[in-house]
């Protein structure tokens, strides 16, 4: 194990480390393991949305007045709102007389589009889903950009997070994640969302988050402690939504 240093910082709470983390995430206390929807490698998916089959298009929300983008040129179907950062993964599943459901990792269904392709979204805990209208085209959602400095996003990463959780938490990254500094940092975005979220429903503790590669995404909880398992040739979809991570700290004791 060693601490990774920033030469004008000093940073305490990012560790890389071997593959002896791998070791803790093999027997989660509370387990989540969505299906893996397609196997399809990072350069596939970035030539999937070179290659359209679908157009991505802006939609207006008729329940909340925003717009989201909905991209379905890739091997998984993204959703993104405007006004929000998380880019949704969603699995798609065929329905009676043609529709196509669209549902996130937890489960959740969030969009349905007919035969006639008009797209209804389901807000959270509604259940007879509201109409939307096309409103303008776009481009593909395209993969997070790679930081400049790894090491301090991190760090700032961890430093925000105190107002949430009352303390910085210390973030663990197994070495092998370091080449994927891109789908990593992206990860513990939406986890530090998903850490908000779930603070404003009820009291939770996490005073560390760590982050090892696996072949599909993952989540647990061990204590006070986040473990995720980041699959980036899965793209958006291989790490838990925020909404996972709301679902799974709700169920800690």
Sequence with gaps: MRLMKHPSRNISRIIVV???LTTCLN???IAYNPPRASSADLVSMLNAQLAPNTRPAYYLDSSSGKRFLFDRTGPHALLQYEDDGEVYALNTSNGPRGDQFYRTDTGRLFLRVTELGNVIVFP???????PTSLDAGSGAI???PHPADFIAELELLSEQMTDVLGVAPTITVNADLTNYADWTLEAVQTASKGLARAKARKDIRVNAISLRLGEKAGLSIEGEQLLIAVAPADGFAGRPSS???VRALASAR
């Design 142 to 144: 395209i993969p997070p």
């Design 243 to 245: 909404e996972a991570i």
């Design 27 to 29: 027997a989660p206390a």
């Design 124 to 130: 959270m805990g509604d259940r007879q889903g509201a």
């Design 18 to 20: 071997g593959a002896a």
